[in-house]
């Protein structure tokens, strides 16, 4: 079984379009995250929810909207999207919220292209 | 949020040990050292973390500097699917990562 999911896996989309990217953990997790990869491969934070609540919230345009429906989702909404939204996006999970022991998993990634 | 610094790339033969070092000068008493590796077109994926003491487990070991400004990833025995980017990181509140530019680590037959 899949420990942490995303769909789709690849994401050809235009330029101002409204896109959702979803994400599934069955780990039991009480925390969820989401990274942007940048074609640079630097990894970034984006979001990091903790029982559906918001708690971390780095500077990411107000375009990008996390919605976590159960503590076991949290799918990224994306508007107008744009061509630097051209990225892997990655979900991940841990145990804990604010115990910087705790170990997260990664999801396999979603590349978004936006042409 | 601290920093590390990590050598860009390194290289290895297959069944020899690598270390790999990280530099995090800034560290906070607090501050975990996690690493972290991500394999080709794949998420990352934990490795292990310490905060004081040397750290072993079924993967790696890693070494901590007695003043915690430094720290060292070693796998004992490279194979060719531990070619991966190995990202050090010092896990602050909420748990949040901040990564860097990693180590990318060759291995050759």
């Known amino acids: 079984d899949t420990a942490v999911s995303q769909t789709p896996k690849y994401l050809v989309t235009q330029m101002g379009n409204d896109k959702s990217i979803k994400c599934e953990q069955n780990?039991?997790?009480?925390?969820m995250y989401w990274y942007k990869q940048d074609s640079k491969k630097f990894l970034k934070i984006m979001f990091s929810?903790?029982?559906?609540?918001?708690?971390i919230n780095e500077t990411v345009p107000n375009r990008f909207s996390p919605k976590s429906p159960d503590k076991a989702h949290l799918n990224l909404h994306i508007n107008s999207l744009e061509l630097g939204d051209s990225a892997v996006y990655f979900c991940a999970s841990s145990q804990e919220t604010g115990a910087s022991t705790d170990t997260q998993y990664f999801g396999p990634g979603t590349r978004l292209t936006v042409l | 949020d601290a920093k590390t610094t990590q050598p860009n790339s390194m290289e290895s033969n297959e069944e020899e040990p690598v270390h790999l070092p990280c530099n995090h000068s800034t560290i906070s008493g607090t501050d975990y050292i996690h690493w972290y590796r991500q394999l080709p077109s794949q998420g990352p994926e934990y490795v292990i973390h310490g905060l004081t003491s040397n750290v072993n487990n079924r993967m790696a070991s890693l070494a901590i500097a007695e003043d915690r400004k430094s720290s060292t990833l070693i796998l004992h025995r490279a194979t060719l699917r531990d070619a991966a980017v190995y990202y050090c990181i010092l896990a602050g509140g909420y748990n949040k990562l901040i990564f860097g530019a990693g180590t990318r680590l060759a291995v050759h037959p």
């Open positions: 780990l039991g997790h009480d925390t």
């Open positions: 929810y903790n029982n559906k609540e918001l708690i």
